[in-house]
């Protein structure tokens, strides 16, 4: 009982300014995460080059041509837009993860195991969904293709159809903020139980548990908030591939 109270998980080192109460933590590690982001952007426009690109170029040439294929078959040409939005929530949220893995003694925690942080980041991808569908279908295609859906039922299923449709399009960024909030604390909560163990066993869970996170947790969940945005914008923007894309949600 002793040891298991000393488990702080979503304790945030906080400070107060101006009647308001920041997690420092939180926002030490976003700025951390977008330094590191501006950094490698920096080096590749250093080392850019129309010849034999270097590896770094390689793999960032690789990757986004890979996503602009994806975004470009699943929604279509206008949302081109959608390839850096998702190449940089990718690779923000990677490294917000994977800095919960860095022993700082608690000062440098994952900004994603922070509900307020992912909840901001799925605000900014549902209102850039609806942006682009309103302004791609306008807003008649828009409240057909969100709300009005499947299409072909006689009118009057409508009626029961379209709360149910609103709470789905509610659920939408509750869904992106929790999945991706709670998988983060999981895992950060999984660090401070073995810290708790003896330190002869301690150290090995130590070691296989942010193994396993560093190179699958943090990936996958990474990979999957960015996959959700693509999956949201293709629902809301193509009536045809609705149901399709709905499919396609991961669990």
């Not at 969904?129 to 969100?146: A, D, E, K, P, W």
Request: overall charge negative; aromatic content about 12%.
């Amino acid at each position: 009982m002793t040891q298991s109270a000393a488990i702080e998980v979503g304790q945030h080192w906080t400070v107060h300014l101006l009647g308001s109460t920041l997690d420092l933590d939180t926002l030490i590690s976003s700025l951390v995460a977008c330094a590191l982001i501006l950094a490698g952007a920096v080096y590749l426009r250093l080392r850019l080059t129309e010849g034999v690109p270097g590896r770094f170029q390689a793999m960032v040439e690789w990757v986004w041509g890979i996503l602009d294929d994806f975004v470009q078959r699943m929604v279509g040409p206008f949302a081109r837009w959608a390839v850096p939005l998702c190449f940089l929530l990718f690779f923000y949220i990677l490294i917000c993860n994977e800095l919960e893995l860095i022993p700082t003694g608690d000062r440098l925690s994952s900004a994603t195991s922070d509900v307020n942080q992912t909840a901001a980041l799925a605000v900014i991808v549902i209102f850039m969904v609806h942006f682009t569908s309103i302004r791609q279908r306008g807003l008649g295609g828009y409240l057909r293709i969100n709300y009005l859906h499947p299409p072909g039922l006689p009118k009057v299923l409508y009626a029961l159809l379209v709360p149910i449709n609103v709470i789905s399009q509610i659920s939408y960024p509750i869904s992106l903020t929790l999945r991706l909030f709670g998988n983060i604390f999981a895992a950060a909560l999984m660090l401070e139980i073995i810290a708790q163990l003896p330190l002869w066993v301690g150290w090995i869970g130590n070691a296989v548990w942010k193994t396993f996170e560093g190179a699958f947790v943090d990936v996958i969940q990474a990979f999957i908030f960015a996959l959700l945005t693509l999956i949201y914008l293709s629902m809301a923007t193509t009536q045809e591939s609705h149901e399709e894309a709905a499919e396609a949600v991961p669990a």
